[in-house]
């Protein structure tokens, strides 16, 4: 038999006939589901997977809690004996998350009779179970298959392998997975959060803006006419949502941190991953899948736009001593639309590996000269090989010796602090404008990049300045359109009307 979901509206009727705890008064008062709570119905009654980014305090966890357990319920009742995974980060909220489902079941008797409820699970009549654990368990689903899991505040849990144990007990056939969750890329399960959210995959997305919940409200005129345009850049649109978040969440709820105010309590989806307050790129680059790979250098370098004889290319190349966060990267610039063609990014690679891996990129994007391509003339050459630019600062003087002993030609560039703000700067607003996008690591280092009080650069920007560097040459060397090409002994009649031709008739 195949398994039930309830239509979204049933669960929100059945919902509103309990009395739970008002999280702002702790008084018992009827339940009234908030818009949040609503749409996280709506998106998990189809059995497809979730992945809900929200504030703190929407009321996520709670909604989607009853819904395992309706779900439970009514599959069992349906001959189906299905296992549910409620998981959260630590063992007081476990605590919580035990005692409402006591109230649950004890609230809708007609519902849940014949259930039990212990600090491991709630037991279903025909043998249905809804099983409670926390991130902190190494083996977590190995003794036995789920069919639906809820993981709530991933990025918290202790164990950052708890995810990997749980994830291939989940159903293959029909199996839902639903995560709802604050986002803090330096917590213990950050960087898989933020991955999950930004790669392609199953998941549904939902983003829950702070200005979404109708709680979050204050006095618009608390909020003066300069930090309401602030707030605006951070997107928002309603200046009473906006004054809660500086005037009340701010100073009385995050300790007058704006970088935990924007994680904890993000208005747009960058704050998530935001590592500092005055983050440099203020948007989140989108991540797309390549076309294909290009195996340069012994490397797998995905590609996003394969080399055209229409366009001319920028190849940059920015080198690190390829251990820890010291990384190189080498990225191909469309001179004319400014996409990033194809890039690769190490931290392991010495600088003749990564000479390799260069070396086989600039042939990749390289014409091979010809005077004929496919019958036609080329008028007045095929396009120019592409400019290959290279920092020679420090480590960078060998990346070029290494590159010319391989038979690259290049523009060696040495940069200053001045020189390093313009490539920053233009990497900045080819994000804004979405000229940039693709790789994943140009999403990473939007998410670090930052100036510090001092006005130093702190964060991974490794990409991000070769694409700097690139972005200078173009605007050196722009793209020119190429003659239109014609085949061989074609007439041009128009030309020779205006005169343009050295002959006449």
Not at 131 to 147: D, I, N
Not at 423 to 434: F, K, S, V, Y
Not at 471 to 496: C, K, T, Y
Request: hydrophobic content about 40%.
């Amino acid at each position: 038999m195949s398994l039930v979901w309830l239509p979204a509206p049933v669960v929100h009727r059945l919902a509103e006939t309990l009395s739970i705890v008002d999280h702002r008064t702790g008084a018992t008062a009827p339940w009234r589901c908030n818009p949040e709570q609503v749409r996280m119905l709506e998106a998990t009654s189809t059995g497809q997977w979730v992945f809900a980014a929200k504030p703190r305090q929407v009321g996520a966890t709670t909604v989607t809690e009853f819904d395992d357990l309706l779900w439970c319920a009514v599959n069992d009742a349906a001959g189906n004996r299905v296992r549910c995974g409620l998981y959260v980060d630590t063992d007081k909220k476990l605590t919580e998350r035990q005692a409402f489902a006591d109230l649950v079941v004890s609230s809708l008797p007609d519902v849940f009779k014949g259930c039990s409820v212990n600090s491991e699970r709630v037991t279903f009549p025909r043998g249905s179970v809804l099983v409670f654990g926390t991130g902190s368990g190494k083996s977590e689903g190995r003794s036995g298959s789920f069919q639906r899991l809820h993981l709530s505040e991933l990025p918290f849990w202790a164990n950052d392998t708890t995810y990997g144990s749980l994830m291939p007990s989940l159903s293959l056939e029909g199996g839902q997975c639903v995560i709802e969750t604050t986002l803090d890329v330096d917590a213990p399960n950050g960087p898989l959060s933020r991955k999950l959210w930004r790669d392609p995959n199953r998941f549904q997305k939902l983003f829950f803006s702070v200005e979404d919940h109708d709680e979050y409200r204050a006095n618009a005129a608390l909020l003066s006419d300069e930090q309401w345009d602030w707030c605006r850049e951070q997107g928002f649109s309603r200046r009473d949502a906006a004054s809660w978040w500086i005037k009340v969440a701010m100073p009385d709820i995050c300790a007058g941190d704006l970088n935990r105010l924007m994680r904890e309590y993000p208005q747009t989806s960058q704050h998530m991953f935001t590592a500092s307050a005055s983050r440099w790129i203020p948007v989140e680059p989108a991540i797309t899948d390549p076309i294909h790979y290009l195996d340069a250098g012994g490397e797998r370098v995905p590609v996003w736009a394969t080399h055209s004889p229409d366009t001319g290319y920028v190849i940059s190349v920015d080198t690190g001593k390829g251990v820890e966060r010291d990384r190189s990267a080498v990225v191909v610039l469309d001179k004319r639309t400014h996409r990033i063609c194809a890039c690769y990014v190490s931290n392991t690679l010495d600088v003749h590996s990564f000479a390799r891996v260069a070396r086989d990129v600039v042939t990749a994007y390289t014409t091979p000269v010809s005077n004929r391509l496919h019958g036609w003339n080329v008028s007045p050459s095929p396009p120019p090989a592409p400019d290959v630019v290279v920092e020679n600062n420090g480590i960078g003087e060998a990346m070029i010796l290494e590159l010319r002993r391989l038979g690259v030609g290049l523009v060696d560039w040495r940069t200053d602090e001045a020189s390093k703000a313009d490539g920053l700067t233009l990497a900045r607003a080819a994000c804004i404008d979405g000229r940039l996008y693709g790789p994943q690591w140009l999403a990473e280092e939007a998410d670090e990049l930052a100036k510090d009080e001092r006005g130093n650069w702190t964060g991974r920007k490794d990409l991000v300045m070769a694409i700097g560097f690139a972005l200078i040459r173009i605007r050196m060397s722009p793209w020119e359109a190429p003659a239109p090409r014609r085949r061989q002994g074609q007439v041009d009649v128009e030309a020779m009307l205006s005169g343009g031709q050295d002959e006449g008739w």
